[in-house]
């Protein structure tokens, strides 16, 4: 019978030990001082783009169609020109020239 409390009160302990370091995780994440509980339907605070106070971004940045070669880049590393999208800046000047060409009047 002993054996048995005392397996249930180590199990005891160590529920509560597992819920103590998920809490200071959770503490160090949000930015909260040791001691300090999350105040009760405070999330993390969050700017307009939708990034948290620590930095993260919400959601992934969007991608873009290259028109040249159809390579998906990051919208903030694409060059646009006008209406399209090109992965760099030589698929534009490509592009371009390409598109040129045909539309010159044939001689």
């Given at each position: 019978m002993r054996q048995i409390l005392l397996l249930v009160l180590l199990f005891v302990v160590g529920q509560w030990?597992?819920?103590a370091l998920r809490r200071?995780?959770?503490?160090t994440r949000?930015?909260?001082?040791?001691g300090q509980g999350a105040q009760p339907g405070q999330?993390?605070?969050r700017n307009a783009n939708g990034a948290s106070a620590s930095g993260k971004a919400a959601l992934p940045e969007p991608m873009v169609r290259c028109a040249e070669c159809g390579v998906h880049?990051?919208?903030?590393?694409?060059?646009?020109v006008g209406v399209r999208s090109f992965c760099s800046a030589e698929h534009a000047r490509a592009y371009d020239a390409r598109t040129t060409a045909q539309d010159r009047p044939a001689r």
């Open positions: 030990f597992v819920k200071a995780q959770t503490q949000t930015g909260a001082q040791p999330g993390a605070a880049a990051p919208r903030s590393e694409s060059v646009n």
